[in-house]
């Protein structure tokens, strides 16, 4: 994918540069832009790792009983779907992609504040990958816990969890001292002139996601810590057994994972939120909406991790705090759609596969939202709790959201990243398919969830048979999306047409660079005067 | 699916209703927004973009608005839940364990069933227990789910108001078989459930042994009938020949009283050829040594039943 475009034009990161040649030149390079292509390459990897135990699960699921897999099996696939769709693929995902390749030449910088830092955070992220793939093998066997590692279960599995625990222990070093870059970058960095309110707002965003990853992380780092503790020297943190308590696990783990959905999430608004204006190629709508909205996701996400225990048997006070809490957190993401819908007003639309991908985007996030509104009222979440409704609902905002803002990313920068153009009809075609597939494949588990029908069952009793099938056919379907997608970009990156400097008449730092940028983004030192969406 | 079987269910379904309606509303009507400025602002019919400014009274709009249709949701799910908290005094107490992987229901005279049998129309709370890891009690007909967490005393309670068997399903992921956790609730009217409840429970067998297999669920994985599950069956175990693996190396015991003792406290010691080891948690601290009598007097009785 990187190999032939050297002849593009002299000088690009894609070049050799360094002593080393080929991949050893990415290996040890501390450039950002090639970083975030090391990222990409392994985040597809484990992407589509993950795609495929899903898809032996719906396989399995098509019909009910036993077809393929046993249940042990099954158990085991669900929780390495988790840890790596999580934990390696939509944690880092945006921010370690095109955060890396983008934010310093978004507002204006040579690198990040700390490049060496930077390829460090990319190796400690492929140690604690490495240990995840491990954990699968060998032992007594992948780990079988589901990916949130509810104690008591998690601390009396003979399987593998150890290891598993320990990768997401490890990841998470790697996030936060990505974070932990960013901020810094971002506060010292900046172009001569480039205020905070004339920052973008993808780098906003990333800004705000920082925060969350450099605050919220330990917390998890530590809780796995203890789970390892418990399981090797038996000291009782949260198995009762052991005079533990099994719910103060639960409130450790969400007090981060919770956050950790706004990890995900506050980058892909972010993408979106670059995407509208340039292919309506109009300002922005609300701006300073926009970065106060992320702002307060940020701040607010800390403080709604309880609404995944309300039947935990935590206290009354607390289910209907947190139910409060939560209800406050739907605020700024509604803003934030209004926000993109207006910037269409009286816009000039250029309807390509990446502005399909964006728009999709926004009705999947509304759909995953809206569903989130069920799940926060006390009196529906009791029934729907723990349901398929549940895995419709962050399916919607993960996949449905973060997923197609990394594939609207990936359509928007590709330009710029391989300087080469994608063939803009197959692109429509494989969104065409990923689109339908995704909505058969999750929308249909919306009704298996109010039918009553539990999550993570290997097997599941007739009447819910129907949604069952469906969903798994949509499965198959999405498949051959994502097939058409990887192969269009792949193939555009050795053969597309040569993409010029500015494809999309997009108005940010990035678009008055060559395709694909040089080794350190600009000739000379950048001067920001205008806005960063000033359309004439 | 949506027949109201508790005195929660229609509370439950009209919150359900309400916040779906505006949902669909805003949904629906964003989405055509949306479509509608994709059709109309096209770059082919609309080529020069108009350059709006930001409008301070628009985003307070639709910041406000939201936000009371919100505290409204929430305050419509808070008041209708509340009501799933407070238990009337005169609720009929059952005490409900789930364990891996079977539930079993304990009534005030000491009648133990495995079916949850309940008169109609009347309160009833379910205390929850687990002696193992965190398992839920769910009956979606109901619309109601608490979990059962070890080391914690959870309680719901409801009023079923329609006859019928309903589905009891475990929500909480508990391992292996947590798919298959399931139990029946019969809801029936007031004289057959005193008839019911003074009867001499048939399914406790009159052999203790069994009994103590049961109550442990040990059934869910090692059959009685000679079927294979997640262990090897129960049936014709006594006095048998079997071939286990001993830290990987193959020999042959024969199933006598020792042996069966081995097996109920360490597990993983001797696997029997053709199953997985890891799979059972050891009964050393829930299973007596009296009890392990039993459930030997138990093997041993049924090794003399003619085939």
């Known amino acids: ?536 | 699916m949506f027949q109201g079987a508790s005195n929660f269910a229609k509370g439950v379904d009209s919150a359900f209703f309400f916040i779906f309606a505006i949902s669909i509303f805003f949904l629906v009507g964003l989405t055509i927004v949306m479509i509608w400025f994709m059709v109309h602002y096209n770059r082919k019919r609309h080529p020069k973009a108009e350059q709006i400014k930001d409008n301070m009274k628009l985003e307070v709009t639709w910041t406000v608005i939201p936000l009371i249709i919100v505290m409204l949701m929430f305050y419509y799910g808070y008041a209708v839940f509340k009501p799933m908290r407070q238990v009337p005094d005169d609720a009929m107490v059952v005490k409900v364990t789930g364990r891996m992987w079977n539930w079993s229901f304990e009534y005030a005279n000491g009648k133990i069933s495995n079916e949850l049998v309940l008169p109609v129309g009347k309160a009833v709370k379910l205390n929850l227990f687990s002696p193992d890891v965190i398992h839920s009690l769910y009956i979606p007909a109901f619309r109601i789910k608490e979990d059962m967490v070890p080391g914690k005393d959870n309680y719901m309670w409801f009023i079923p108001n329609i006859e019928g068997t309903y589905e009891i399903l475990c929500a909480e992921y508990c391992g292996l078989r947590h798919s298959f956790m399931e139990a029946k609730t019969r809801i029936v009217t007031e004289e057959e459930f005193q008839k019911w409840f003074a009867e001499e429970t048939p399914i406790v067998p009159e052999d203790k042994g069994l009994a103590i297999l049961q109550n442990n669920a040990c059934t869910s994985c090692h059959s009685l009938d000679g079927s294979k599950l997640v262990g090897p069956t129960f049936k014709g175990l006594f006095g048998s020949e079997r071939l286990v693996m001993e830290n990987g190396v193959e020999k042959t015991v024969t199933a006598d009283s020792t042996y069966i003792k081995r097996a109920i406290l360490e597990p993983d010691k001797e696997i029997v050829k053709g199953f997985a080891p890891g799979m059972m948690r050891a009964y050393d601290k829930v299973i007596t040594e009296d009890d392990i009598k039993a459930i030997v007097a138990y093997f041993e009785s049924q090794s003399k039943l003619p085939n």
């Open chain 1, 1 to 536: 994918m990187t190999s032939n475009n050297s002849a593009l034009h002299p000088g690009s990161y894609l070049d050799q540069q360094g002593k080393y040649k080929g991949i050893l030149g990415w290996l040890t390079s501390t450039d950002h832009k090639r970083i975030g292509i090391l990222y990409l390459m392994c985040i597809l990897v484990f992407f589509l790792v993950g795609v495929t135990l899903g898809g032996v699960m719906k396989l399995e699921l098509l019909r009910p009983g036993e077809q393929y897999i046993d249940a042990q099996t099954y158990n085991g696939f669900f929780t390495v779907h988790g840890i790596i769709m999580i934990f390696m693929v939509v944690i880092p995902g945006l921010a370690a992609v095109f955060g890396n390749f983008f934010l310093p030449i978004m507002i204006g910088a040579k690198d990040v504040a700390f490049p060496r830092l930077n390829l460090f955070s990319w190796y400690i992220y492929i140690v604690g990958a490495a240990i995840a793939v491990l954990s699968q093998f060998g032992g007594k066997g992948a780990p079988d816990t589901g990916w949130t590692f509810y104690a008591p279960y998690s601390i009396d599995s003979n399987t593998n969890v150890t290891t598993a625990v320990l990768a997401a222990f490890v990841l998470g070093f790697s996030s936060i001292l990505t974070g932990l870059n960013f901020i810094v970058t971002i506060h010292r960095m900046r172009a001569k002139g480039m205020t905070w309110f004339k920052m973008p707002l993808f780098p906003w965003s990333l800004y705000a996601t920082a925060w969350i990853q450099v605050l919220a992380t330990p917390i998890v780092g530590i809780t796995l810590l203890m789970v390892i503790a418990e399981r090797t020297f038996r000291i009782g943190f949260f198995d009762p057994s052991l005079g533990g308590d099994p719910i103060l696990y639960q409130h450790l783990f969400w007090i981060y994972s919770h956050p950790a959905v706004y990890i995900m999430i506050l980058p892909a608004m972010g993408v979106i939120t670059e995407i509208i204006p340039t292919f309506c190629q109009r300002k922005v709508f609300g701006y300073q909406a926009i970065v106060l909205s992320s702002l307060a996701i940020a701040g607010v996400g800390y403080l709604v991790w309880g609404h995944h225990m309300f039947t935990s048997g935590m206290s009354d006070f607390s289910r209907m705090a947190f139910s409060f809490l939560t209800f406050i957190v739907a605020i700024p993401s509604a803003i934030k759609v209004f926000n993109w819908i207006a910037t269409m007003y009286k816009g000039s639309i250029k309807i390509n596969t990446t502005f399909l991908y964006s728009i999709s985007f926004i009705f999947q996030f509304m759909i995953g939202g809206l569903t989130g509104l069920t799940l926060g009222a006390l009196a529906t979440n009791v029934h729907v709790h723990d349901t398929y409704y549940v895995v419709a609902h962050f399916h919607y905002i993960v996949f449905g959201g973060m997923g197609f803002a990394f594939f609207a990313a990936i359509h928007y920068w590709f330009p710029k990243m391989f300087g080469r153009m994608y063939n803009e009809k197959l692109g429509k075609i494989g969104w065409a398919i990923v689109f339908s597939g995704f909505t058969l494949l999750y929308f249909p588990m919306f009704i298996l969830g109010l039918q009553g029908m539990p999550r993570r069952y290997f097997d599941y009793l007739p009447e819910y048979s129907g949604g069952h099938f469906i969903s798994s056919i949509g499965a198959f379907v999405l498949i051959t999306g994502i097939i058409i997608m990887v192969y269009n970009l792949f193939r555009s990156a050795k053969k597309g047409e040569l993409a010029p400097a500015n494809p999309w008449d997009g108005r940010t730092l990035e678009w008055t660079i060559p395709s694909p940028p040089p080794l350190e983004n600009f000739d000379n030192e950048v001067v920001v005067t205008e806005h960063p969406y000033d359309y004439k």
